[in-house]
Every structure is written in structure tokens, then in C-alpha cells.
């Protein structure tokens, strides 16, 4: 099992430019989840998704977008870049029943917007 | 106030030491996890735990939910366990993390 991936590793954008962040899992996953990690701060939730068809914003979802229109795929798309976007980007996903259970982290995504 | 505060931010350690991080939370939660960053690198989930106490070879998590109070223990510390350490409280059936900052632990041979 190749577990959460994430594509690609390293970007620099431009202003305003677009782009969208792939995530996959194989695990067979219900939840999927994106975080950005700033220096110095704690990772926050961008948005989440709890299955196919179903996603919801997190904590700072502001600039961003999601869709779930399969188990294994949660992409984030990023509409007219800003240098605040510029970010550490962690694709997670678990298992859950309702209650708590284990995130695995897919690799990151590091994006530099100038 | 953060929701999730840990200490010490740094740690420096000789190899061998016994260390110790600690957190604290302020909100009803589900479970806490303890996370692993290296360098550069991912995110390894080490624990996850809603009461009492756990181990994993060199590692042990504890926690005291009326205290809302954890702790992550490294016995016999090695340079290899260098890395970011983070600590994440559970809330609600969604499985949302609040994560604390980190602690940076640099083990010295």
C-alpha cells in the first residue's frame, strides 16, 4: 500500500495564479483531511471531507477548495494565489466509526507563492 | 490562549537522557494523539490515547483526562529520535485535530 500521496512535493507560484494539490489514499478511508503548517504555529484544518460527495471547511478555509467525487481522491484547489498561502501543505485521511482514530499523513506539499 | 499548549517549545538532550514533553488542553475531547516530524520530513502518528497509559518500545504516552494533562516519555534517548514532537486533541465524531505548536527535541551524542 502506497498509504496517502501527495503531489507535487515543491511549487512556486505567482500572484494570482491557480493550481490544485492532489491527495490519494489507498487505504479505503472515510475521512480525508488538508492542513497548512506555518513556521512556529500548529497545523490548522483547511477543510475536510467525511465521504465521497461530502466535504466541509475547517479553520481556515478562506482562498481555497475541495471536492470528494471518489473514496481515494481529495484534491485542493488554490484560486488566485496570495504570498499568505504560502505554506507547508499536509494531505491526512483515517478511519472512523464516529469516534476517534489514527490520521495518516501523506508526505507534504511545500508552495511558495511570490 | 491556544487550545492546546505544550512545553518545553526546545529541548536539548544527551543521549541516553530520559525526556520528557508535556500537554496541556483545554477542551472536552475524544482523544489526544502524539505526533512525529522529522526535519524536512512527514508526519508519523506515534500514539493515540483517551485514557491511561501507553508504550511503544523506547516511548511512552501518558494521560490524566480530569487534569487535561499528557505526557510523551523517550527512555534511553538516541540522536534518532531528533525531530518535531506534536501534540493533537480529538473533538467531535468528524475526527478534527487541534494541534498544539511542537516541541523541537535535538538529542546530542
Known amino acids: 500500500n502506497a498509504g496517502v500521496t501527495q503531489t507535487p512535493k515543491f511549487r512556486i507560484l505567482k500572484i494570482g495564479q491557480s493550481m490544485t494539490l492532489q491527495c490519494a489514499q489507498d487505504m479505503n478511508h472515510n475521512y480525508m483531511y488538508w492542513y497548512r503548517q506555518d513556521p512556529g504555529m500548529g497545523l490548522k484544518l483547511i477543510y475536510y471531507?467525511?465521504?465521497?460527495?461530502?466535504?466541509d471547511k475547517g479553520e481556515v478555509p478562506n482562498g481555497y477548495n475541495v471536492s470528494r467525487s471518489t473514496t481515494e481522491d481529495f484534491p485542493l484547489r488554490l484560486e488566485l494565489a496570495a504570498p499568505s498561502q504560502t505554506s507547508v501543505y499536509f494531505c491526512a485521511s483515517s478511519y472512523s466509526s464516529g469516534g476517534a482514530s489514527e490520521q495518516f499523513f501523506g508526505p507534504g506539499t511545500r508552495l511558495t507563492v511570490l | 490562549k491556544n487550545e492546546v499548549e505544550q512545553s518545553p517549545q526546545n529541548l536539548t538532550a544527551q543521549e541516553g537522557e530520559f525526556i520528557t514533553i508535556n500537554c496541556s488542553y483545554s477542551v472536552g475531547i475524544s482523544a489526544l494523539h502524539w505526533l512525529q516530524q522529522h526535519p524536512g520530513g512527514g508526519i508519523v502518528s506515534l500514539f493515540m490515547?483517551?485514557?491511561g497509559k501507553k508504550k511503544h518500545g523506547r516511548l511512552i504516552a501518558t494521560i490524566n483526562i480530569q487534569e487535561k494533562h499528557s505526557s510523551l516519555h523517550i527512555t534511553a534517548s538516541h540522536p534518532r529520535d531528533s525531530a518535531v514532537y506534536i501534540c493533537?486533541?480529538?473533538?467531535?465524531?468528524?475526527?478534527?485535530?487541534?494541534f498544539g505548536t511542537g516541541t523541537l527535541l535535538a538529542v546530542q551524542p
Open positions: 490515547l483517551s485514557s
Open positions: 471531507s467525511v465521504g465521497a460527495g461530502i466535504t
Open positions: 493533537a486533541v480529538c473533538r467531535g465524531a468528524t475526527n478534527k485535530l487541534i
